[in-house]
């Protein structure tokens, strides 16, 4: 079974191929076409929404690797105690245990 650091490390390079993927579609020139270019403009909404998403779960990544790091991974940020392995598994960036991140008793 993989680590946390290395499950971790892998959605956060799959993230990055994503984020670079979008980037690289936004930066796309637009078409002359009017109609293809309200198109386009909707569809870039939506991948700058869904960047903005991956940005934020890459954040989360990248401060559970710092909790790798200094020790405290599964422990909750918030009230010390340990996160459910099985939380943990479903979640390996989560910073919250099942309590202190509202879902009931853990």
């Not at 002359?32 to 779960?57: C, F, H, I, N, P």
């Not at 459910?84 to 960036?93: C, D, F, I």
Request: hydrophobic share 35%; proline share 5%; net charge negative.
């Amino acid at each position: 079974m993989s680590s946390p650091r290395e499950i971790l490390l892998a959605r956060r390079r799959e993230l990055v191929a994503d984020l670079d993927e979008i980037e690289h579609d936004l930066d796309a020139p637009a078409t002359k076409d009017w109609d293809d270019r309200a198109t386009e403009r909707q569809g870039d909404e939506v991948l700058e929404a869904l960047g903005t998403v991956e940005l934020g779960e890459l954040r989360q990544i990248d401060a559970a690797l710092e909790r790798v790091e200094d020790g405290t991974y599964g422990d909750c940020v918030k009230c010390g105690n340990e996160i459910a392995k099985e939380r943990l598994e479903l979640l390996p960036a989560t910073p919250l245990c099942r309590f202190c991140a509202g879902a009931g008793p853990q």
